[in-house]
């Protein structure tokens, strides 16, 4: 890997026009460092990203970064503000804590996807690997194609929205987040069963199709959740400890 | 964590870069593992000259001796050659791999031999792997399939004989990134089995358990399938025989895995980043192995008078 120092920036320096880094030629650290430094309103295109790690992590600021190719491990990650785009796929831990924002990969994302996010809005138009939207406490997340298994695994808030299918063990151990799905379930996980949809299930779901630019319609779609028998201890069991 | 990155080369007019392009992929997995590094190298005409086998012995035995030793105690007509590569001293001669482990043994005994075939030259060290792939002289390698590891060990030392790839059987080499839980039943089991092991290593007992299955009838298929069933931990495993390469996940799959694929070449690396410096791999069909899955690519046969 190269690390060179040159000028890492081409191209205006402020007003409307996007900041170009080409990461052939700066590092993942010197890109990260100017988009922390860089003031609301900002547009930064990303080049040669070949699959690094920790691009874009912890933006604070109303930025919109693009980049154009296929990232690493944990892009986006704490993501706070503004929209972080990939024209490409993403590795492992796809926006990873995300408090709000958006994050949009037009690829596929590997495994834990928008794991433990607390807000914002998560777009893959692909698929995603294992364990997406695992621990998810608020987040957003729409998934265009279909998703691995463990997939919101002890989700405690948010709403998961898959246009494919879902792998084994959907939901498992499940708190409150609303899971939709349009296509097949492979399995449920402990605890987490369908549920009717009622009219403001298929509003917010309506709602989330749109912003997340997909043709969909929320009619075709079911609900999963908890049944919420995990909540309390059961008597029962007290044999078990 | 660990690193893996293995390469298939079907078209056989990429034969040649084939040491080139497991160069670049091993640069990118050089962080999941930096204490020590192997390479199994299959169809090399540098490394495994046809019509002779080879064996890699970890030792620090003058290779000038070690081949007057083997002159004495092999045929005449063998014609060893010994080659040092820091640790590891690859040895060919033209007799069967068996015959010329023997003589190794008798050379150098107590020496662990770590490579064994007619097809593969396995080499393997301590140290940064970039270097030791340099000292290999990696990038001027020609070959059908190339299998690299970084290890970051957590089950055993770190020693050259702890490195990976494991090649326990003529021509078969696994590589794991994980660990087992299980291990230490398992090779007390294959101990009373017959089977004989050089290592403490958790690795090593998974290897030992295919070439026993494979010596007993399964093909890489259905042997990674009933490892399945008997081991348990967290492993992604790539296997690879002089035709073959396989790739397996336990079923929590934990442990990353990326393939790419085109008619020219499969790969299979830790992570993404390995991949992206294969020519073509833009219009790559790149997917993850699935949790539980066994994926086996067979080397398509090479016409007669093409390239090895």
Redesign the interface.
């Known amino acids: 890997m190269t690390l060179i120092a040159a000028q890492p920036v081409t191209g205006a320096a402020g007003g409307d026009a996007a900041t170009t880094v080409d990461l052939a030629r700066s590092s993942v650290r010197e890109l990260n460092r100017l988009l922390h430094d860089a003031d609301d309103g900002t547009s930064f295109v990303v080049e040669s990203p070949v699959g690094s790690h920790n691009i874009a992590v912890g933006i604070t600021a109303d930025l919109d970064v693009t980049v154009e190719g296929d990232v690493g491990y944990y892009f986006a990650g704490m993501h706070q503000t503004g929209t972080a785009t990939v024209h490409g796929s993403a590795g492992v831990g796809l926006a990873e804590n995300i408090m709000s924002g958006m994050v949009h990969v037009t690829g596929d994302a590997s495994q834990s996807t928008a794991a433990t996010g607390h807000g914002g809005l998560v777009i893959v138009d692909g698929n995603t690997g294992a364990r997406c939207g695992i621990s998810m406490k608020g987040v957003d997340i729409v998934v265009g194609g279909s998703i691995g298994h463990a997939s919101a695994f002890m989700a405690q808030a948010g709403r998961l929205v898959v246009c494919g299918d879902a792998g084994e063990a959907l939901g498992d151990s499940i708190y409150e987040a609303r899971i939709y799905v349009r296509g097949e379930v492979a399995s449920l996980g402990a605890d987490c069963v369908e549920k009717e949809m009622r009219p403001e299930h298929l509003a917010e779901l309506g709602e989330l199709l749109q912003r997340a630019g997909r043709s969909e319609r929320a009619e075709e779609f079911r609900r999963y959740g908890s049944a919420r028998n995990l909540y309390h201890f059961k008597v029962d069991n007290a044999g078990s400890y | 964590m660990c690193g893996i990155a293995a390469l298939q080369i079907r078209n056989p007019a990429l034969r040649g870069e084939l040491g080139g392009l497991m160069h670049g992929m091993l640069?990118?997995i050089v962080e999941r593992g930096p204490d020590s590094a192997g390479l199994a190298l299959y169809g090399s005409e540098r490394l495994t000259p046809e019509g002779s086998s080879a064996i890699t012995v970890i030792s620090d035995a003058d290779p000038g001796v070690l081949a007057d030793d083997l002159r004495a105690l092999l045929p005449e007509a063998a014609n060893p050659a010994v080659v040092a590569y820091a640790e590891s001293i690859l040895v060919n001669a033209e007799t069967p791999a068996s015959v010329l482990e023997q003589a190794v043994r008798a050379a150098l005994p107590g020496a662990s031999i770590v490579g064994r075939g007619s097809n593969v030259a396995v080499l393997k060290g301590v140290g940064h792997p970039v270097e030791l792939a340099d000292s290999y002289g990696l990038t001027s390698i020609s070959g059908t399939q190339a299998l690299s590891h970084t290890r970051m060990a957590t089950e055993s030392a770190v020693t050259a004989v702890g490195a990976h790839p494991f090649t326990v059987a003529e021509d078969l080499c696994l590589v794991h990134n994980g660990s087992f839980s299980n291990h230490a039943s398992i090779r007390r089991w294959l101990r009373a089995e017959g089977v004989e092991f050089d290592s403490e290593n958790d690795s090593e007992v998974a290897a030992r358990f295919i070439a026993w299955r494979m010596a007993h009838g399964d093909d890489l298929t259905t042997a990674l399938e009933a490892l399945q069933g008997v081991f348990d931990g967290f492993y992604t495993l790539v296997v690879t025989t002089a035709d073959s390469m396989a790739v397996v996940r336990d079923p929590?799959?934990c442990k990353?895995a990326?393939i790419a694929e085109t008619d020219d070449w499969i790969a299979m690396a830790s992570?993404?980043?390995?991949?992206?410096?294969l020519p073509g791999i833009e219009d790559a069909r790149?997917f993850?192995p699935?949790?539980g899955v066994v994926y086996t690519w067979a080397l398509a046969p090479v016409l007669e008078g093409a390239a090895r």
């Open positions: 640069c990118e929590i799959a990353p990326i992570e993404y980043r390995a991949l992206a410096g790149i993850e699935s949790p």
